[in-house]
């Protein structure tokens, strides 16, 4: 029997020089298929790298409504959310508190490093309370 899915959590990492959103077409696709509301989130670090964003969540913000402007997705109803702090924790946070059905995210090419610290789509996948569903780049 086919699970209900009425909120699907896109988190996107916007800070990638080149960007594939391969992860939020599939998660527009996948709220349409099955008339589920949107999440498109961004986590914030914790200690902005770069000294001129003085308000990195504000920044953030801004960066996440123009990416939504400029990737609309027509007919699904979205909402977007910044959030503070360690990406993975923040991921799994969120879709605990909204009550997340779903969680669509890009999964990097796996390297050594990923098999020995983890990445945060394997964090994800092991620490969600719901279904994820990881995009290869």
Request: net charge neutral.
């Amino acid at each position: 029997m086919l699970r209900d899915t009425n909120l699907i959590l896109c988190p996107i990492n916007l800070r990638h020089a080149k960007l594939d959103f391969g992860a939020y077409d599939e998660a527009i696709a996948m709220c349409r298929r099955r008339g589920a509301r949107l999440i498109v989130a961004t986590v914030a670090p914790e200690m902005e790298r770069n000294l001129n964003i003085r308000d990195s969540v504000a920044y953030w913000t801004a960066q996440l409504e123009k990416f939504v402007t400029d990737h609309p997705a027509e007919g699904v109803e979205l909402e977007t959310v910044v959030r503070k702090g360690a990406v993975h924790r923040q991921i799994v946070k969120l879709a605990e508190e909204r009550n997340v059905d779903v969680i669509v995210m890009e999964s990097a090419n796996p390297k050594v490093q990923d098999y020995l610290l983890g990445t945060t789509a394997s964090h994800v996948v092991t620490h969600a309370n719901c279904s994820v569903f990881v995009v290869r780049g």
